[in-house]
């Protein structure tokens, strides 16, 4: 059965930090490109970061870039997003997504950036 379980969210001021996690299970994880992306109210979902299997680069979106880091443990089948800097526009559900031979997502994480 395959599972992407993603934590870490909340509520944090303007300025804060959160990392987000991402626990994946059922596929063989080190295979797959590992996603961030987010949903604000009534918004489409849209593209945050990817960290691709060895080999190729890192992508992040302009809105998020120099704020936003993500990385991944094949160890432990993880990928994980750390969000400095957060701004109210950030504010959204922020789904894992796994890409490869299948598309999988998780269940999202509401990450809400708010004094």
């Known amino acids: 059965q395959v599972q992407l379980v993603e934590s870490g969210g909340g509520l944090v001021q303007p300025g804060g930090s959160l990392t987000l996690s991402c626990v994946a299970s059922?596929?063989?994880?080190?295979?797959?490109?590992m996603r961030w992306y987010r949903q604000a109210p009534g918004k489409e979902r849209e593209f945050v970061a990817i960290?691709?299997?060895?080999?190729?680069?890192?992508i992040y979106a302009e809105s998020v870039k120099g704020r936003f880091t993500i990385s991944r443990d094949n160890a432990k089948n993880t990928v994980y997003l750390q969000m400095n800097n957060l701004k109210p526009e950030d504010t959204a559900v922020y789904y894992c997504?796994?890409?490869?031979?299948?598309?999988?997502w998780g269940q999202g994480t509401q990450v809400t950036v708010s004094s």
């Open positions: 997504n796994a890409v490869a031979r299948y598309n999988f």
């Open positions: 059922g596929f063989t994880f080190s295979d797959y490109n």
């Open positions: 960290i691709p299997t060895p080999g190729h680069s890192i």
